[in-house]
């Protein structure tokens, strides 16, 4: 069983910044991969951005140079760092893991979802 808790979502001017946090609860579980999802108003969601447990990460064209992921083993935390926000990056982001949950009788690859964080850029 794995638990998400998001937090650093809010309202920011474009050009602005924020800080995403999203801690993980988790019991029996092996992680392999953590990130963020976004999802606009009648869009898809979307990758913005994944870190391997080797640290290893991956973004979307639409942010490179703009935001870091970036974690804490110690504490099961990821963050995302935005800067330059742009109204475009307006969305609700999710906080995800992917991994092997051993609790089960049979190991099974589980992916897990934060409830959300609404983050709004103003032109």
């Known amino acids: 069983q794995v638990q998400l808790v998001e937090s650093g979502g809010g309202l920011v001017q474009a050009g602005g910044s924020l800080r995403l946090s999203c801690a993980a609860s988790?019991?029996?579980?092996?992680?392999?991969?953590m990130g963020w999802y976004r999802q606009a108003p009648g869009k898809q969601r979307e990758l913005v951005a994944t870190?391997?447990?080797?640290?290893?990460?991956n973004y979307a064209d639409s942010v490179k140079g703009r935001f870091t992921i970036s974690k804490d083993n110690a504490k099961n935390t990821i963050y995302l760092q935005m800067n330059s926000l742009k109204p475009d990056d307006t969305a609700v982001y999710y906080c995800?893991?992917?991994?092997?949950?051993?609790?089960?009788?049979?190991?099974?690859?589980?992916?897990?979802w934060g409830q959300g964080t609404q983050v709004t850029v103003s032109s």
């Open positions: 988790r019991s029996g579980f092996s992680t392999d991969t």
């Open positions: 870190i391997a447990t080797g640290g290893t990460t």
């Open positions: 995800y893991v992917r991994g092997t949950d051993y609790s089960r009788a049979v190991p099974t690859a589980m992916n897990y």
